[in-house]
């Protein structure tokens, strides 16, 4: 069983920046592959970055490649999504979601999600 708590969201400018932290409570947190989704209102929860459980593997989605970076901390059991650049696009709520074994960018495959937290871009 893993928990997760997802923290630092917030209101920001456009071009600003946000960093994004994921605890997650368990022993095994370095087993898992964790990624990070978004929803924005009206729509479908979609994809926007995951990585390994060494960490040593990452992968984006492509409208935020270069301006988004997924970390993990395993000795502090922690995730993190650091935002640059940010767009009015990028709004969302956005959470984090851990798998067993290796990273995927389809929600379903993930078994436990946080509750989620708020970016918002102005324009």
């Known amino acids: 069983q893993v928990q997760l708590v997802e923290s630092g969201g917030g209101l920001v400018q456009a071009g600003g920046s946000l960093r994004l932290s994921c605890a997650a409570s368990?022993?095994?947190?370095?087993?898992?592959?964790m990624g990070w989704f978004r929803q924005a209102p009206g729509k479908e929860r979609e994809f926007v970055a995951a990585?390994?459980?060494?960490?040593?593997?990452?992968y984006y989605k492509d409208s935020v490649k270069g301006r988004f970076t997924i970390s993990r901390d395993n000795a502090e059991n922690t995730v993190y999504l650091q935002m640059n650049s940010l767009k009015p696009e990028d709004t969302a709520v956005y959470y984090c979601?851990?798998?067993?074994?290796?990273?995927?960018?389809?929600?379903?495959?993930?078994?436990?999600w946080g509750q989620g937290t708020q970016v918002t871009v102005s324009s």
């Open positions: 368990g022993r095994t947190f370095s087993s898992y592959a």
């Open positions: 990585i390994s459980w060494s960490g040593g593997s990452t």
């Open positions: 979601a851990a798998r067993y074994g290796h990273y995927s960018n389809y929600a379903a495959q993930y078994n436990y």
